[in-house]
């Protein structure tokens, strides 16, 4: 069955600071991967999807991730964080079924 | 488009007591999704539906939980006889099957239920 494992559960790091959140799959065939935020209280949000195509997707709000089928990884990245992305991060993946499956999520916290 | 809405937004019962939770989809949405989110965890599948069809049933739905989406439009989730467990943030997801979107799911902002 596949899974999706998020290596860290909590990740603090100093506004304007890069961050990298890691997400790794475990699957032989295609997959579909997502990257969901929720803020607290309120339910998911997508944030961005690797589907096809270009290996590097990027979100509006500038993070960007980044397809590497030889890793089995689809690691999210911010070059510069801001206070109002503190919030809990969950990478998800789509394989042959429709059903979601979710890591136990990464909680972003940004410190002043 | 309106995104999925959910009702209520938060729902105490007593242990024993029946629940009803609603979902209402993005419009023209044809598959809507069940999920339950329990404190620091991800959120895990229930069941969803293809139009009025209930196509998957997690082993997570225990024989008290019932969903159904009888026109295919709205869904609602039912929990019977509630049990401190059943505690948790369940979430409803909907999604197209049109050409390209890969089945992306859209969340409503969940129902919060407390189980006393």
């Known amino acids: 069955a596949q899974s999706v494992t998020q290596l860290d559960s909590q990740v603090p790091v100093f506004e304007e600071a890069p961050v990298e959140l890691r997400c790794n799959y475990s699957?032989?065939?295609?997959?579909?991967l997502f990257w969901y935020v929720q803020y607290p209280n309120q339910g998911l949000q997508l944030l961005l999807k690797?589907?096809?195509?270009?290996?590097l997707v990027e979100s509006i709000n500038g993070f960007e991730a980044e397809f590497n089928k030889s890793q089995t990884s689809f690691h999210l990245r911010k070059p510069s964080v801001h206070i109002s992305d503190t919030a809990e991060y969950f990478c998800a993946v789509i394989v042959g079924a429709q059903k979601l499956v979710f890591g136990q999520g990464t909680r972003l916290t940004i410190n002043p | 488009d309106t995104g999925v809405s959910q009702n209520p937004r938060h729902k105490i019962t007593k242990r024993g007591q029946n629940v009803t939770f609603r979902c209402d989809p993005i419009?023209?949405?044809?598959?809507l999704y069940w999920y339950r989110q329990t404190l620091g965890q991800g959120p895990e599948f229930l069941t969803y539906f293809q139009n009025e069809a209930q196509l998957e049933k997690s082993r997570l739905l225990s024989d008290r939980f019932s969903a159904e989406r009888p026109k295919g439009s709205f869904s609602t989730l039912e929990i019977q006889r509630t049990e401190q467990g059943d505690s948790a943030m369940y979430l409803c997801?909907?999604?197209?099957?049109?050409?390209?979107?890969?089945?992306?799911?859209?969340f409503g902002p969940g129902t919060r239920l407390t189980v006393l």
């Open positions: 419009s023209e949405h044809n598959r």
């Open positions: 997801a909907s999604s197209s099957l049109s050409p390209g979107t890969k089945d992306t799911q859209y």
């Open positions: 699957s032989s065939v295609s997959v579909y």
């Open positions: 690797y589907l096809s195509g270009s290996t």
